[in-house]
């Protein structure tokens, strides 16, 4: 069987998309904006400038609040609009919003398709989307066709035929999707990428990512992800569900999609025996949960290849007991820097890892300017450490002043590839799977991601 994937290969499984699907196929009711017959490519879009971004947030239950509150202090924007199934959750950010001061949203919740009538509106320019995984993709195409710009929380889209669906309609649209990939804003990942920029690494050979974290408690907990979709996924899926948190920040140091981009990958996962394990001890072998099936194996580590002879190894486990890590590894011809804790070795004196005054004195050298300028305020903001704040202002400021945005439709398409993709090779024992170019070649000539600012 061949690895090769044509624009519309793989929709044979139904379970990935369930009732995702159902939605996906009403979204030409938006009738907002046309959609152009013809598509021209959005590498390094600008849209008009926004003076004050409208946003509009859908899904208020564990991520959205945060999102609001940090929207809600950014100069340059407004929180105008506010959804969630569960309308109540909606009502109290409204709250919350005049108990700052701030001018009211309007509110929409209580039925399945309320959040059609946000993305309609208008009042909103930028349509903010943090909902369970299936919702991600269905709700950011209806949003454009709206004439919206499109935010999406990790990963933004399930399926390749998914990803292909949010490049074409950006492409005809002409509208911003943008993955919310916060750790490419993180304060070791920022360093990272000055290490890289700057030339101190040499020239890159090779990175590692991961997302390590024990959620098996909350996979578990009726209160914690709404309908326990997490859960559900588990028992429906392998591979790496959830590979951008290590990968997206490795993909900027090697300029993937601007100069390089992935050419096949090959995936493998463990056994599946945590959630199992925990549902024997928390619930007893006699229990549904206990002898239910998972499929998601405990361990998946994806390797990927590029196409200029580089390798990313993204690794994925949130089921057994461990310290929370998402590796962030990159090695060059001159060092390497490695995460967790944060350690760099350079030249001659590679064997072994810098002091911690030295250390600390290359950070001060090569601090990235959004750290730099806005640290203290993102740290005060909160949102994993200030890299939440720090992504939001850098999208608000990108949108008012007209500019490109960091991460680009084809970022977002790229990195949530990934999702299906190690799944088909972890089904076919490993086998190489080759990755699609969303970019129609436009790798060859895109510019790099530059030091950015809000300056």
């Not at 949003?143 to 929380?153: D, F, L, T, W, Y």
């Not at 028992?235 to 140091?253: A, E, F, S």
């Not at 024992?429 to 970019?439: E, L, N």
């Amino acid at each position: 069987m061949s690895g090769k994937l044509g624009r519309r290969g793989f929709i044979k499984q139904a379970a990935w998309m369930g009732a995702a699907l159902a939605a996906a196929g009403k979204t030409a009711g938006c009738r907002t904006v046309g959609v152009s017959e013809s598509s021209m490519a959005v590498t390094g879009l600008t849209c008009p400038p926004i003076e004050t971004v409208r946003v509009g947030v859908i899904g208020l239950g564990a991520r959205g609040p945060g999102a609001v509150h940090i929207y809600a202090g950014l100069p340059g924007a407004q929180v105008t609009a506010l959804c969630d199934l569960h309308k109540e959750r909606a009502e109290n950010q409204q709250k919350w919003l005049k108990e700052k001061g701030k001018p009211d949203a309007d509110v929409y919740g209580g039925t399945e398709d309320a959040w059609k009538k946000l993305c309609e509106s208008d009042k909103v320019d930028l349509v903010h989307v943090t909902t369970p995984w299936l919702l991600h993709a269905p709700m950011a195409l209806y949003a454009m066709r709206c004439g919206k710009h499109v935010s999406i929380e990790v990963p933004a889209a399930v399926t390749v035929d998914e990803c292909w669906d949010l490049v074409e309609t950006a492409e005809k649209t002409r509208r911003h999707c943008m993955m919310l990939e916060n750790c490419c804003y993180g304060e070791s990942e920022m360093f990272a990428f000055m290490l890289c920029r700057m030339g101190v690494l040499g020239e890159l050979i090779h990175g590692e990512g991961a997302y390590l974290h024990d959620l098996a408690s909350y996979k578990f907990n009726k209160n914690g992800y709404q309908g326990m979709w997490r859960l559900n996924f588990s028992k429906q899926h392998t591979g790496n569900p959830y590979p951008m948190h290590g990968m997206g920040p490795i993909c900027q140091y090697m300029d993937i999609n601007r100069g390089d981009t992935f050419d096949f990958l090959t995936s493998v996962s463990s056994d599946q025996r945590g959630l199992t394990q925990y549902a024997l001890d928390k619930f007893g072998k006699e229990s549904a949960e206990a002898k239910e099936t998972y499929r998601l194996g405990d361990m998946n580590t994806t390797m990927i290849r590029t196409r200029r002879g580089r390798t990313i190894m993204v690794q994925h486990n949130t089921t057994n007991p461990r310290p929370y890590s998402r590796i962030n590894t990159i090695t060059g011809t001159k060092g390497t820097l490695a995460d967790y804790p944060l350690r760099v070795a350079l030249g001659d004196k590679a064997h072994g890892w810098m002091s911690d005054a030295e250390l600390a004195a290359l950070k001060t050298k090569y601090v990235h300017p959004l750290w730099d300028k806005k640290g203290e305020a993102a740290r005060k903001s909160g949102g994993h450490g200030g890299m939440d704040y720090l992504l939001l202002l850098r999208l608000c400021h990108c949108l008012n002043k007209g500019l490109p945005l960091d991460i680009s439709v084809y970022d977002t398409a790229l990195w949530s590839s990934v999702v299906e993709l190690s799944e088909r090779s972890v089904l076919r024992r490993g086998a190489s799977v080759d990755v699609p170019d969303f970019t129609h070649g436009g790798w060859k000539r895109a510019a790099p991601l530059g030091i950015v600012d809000v300056g």
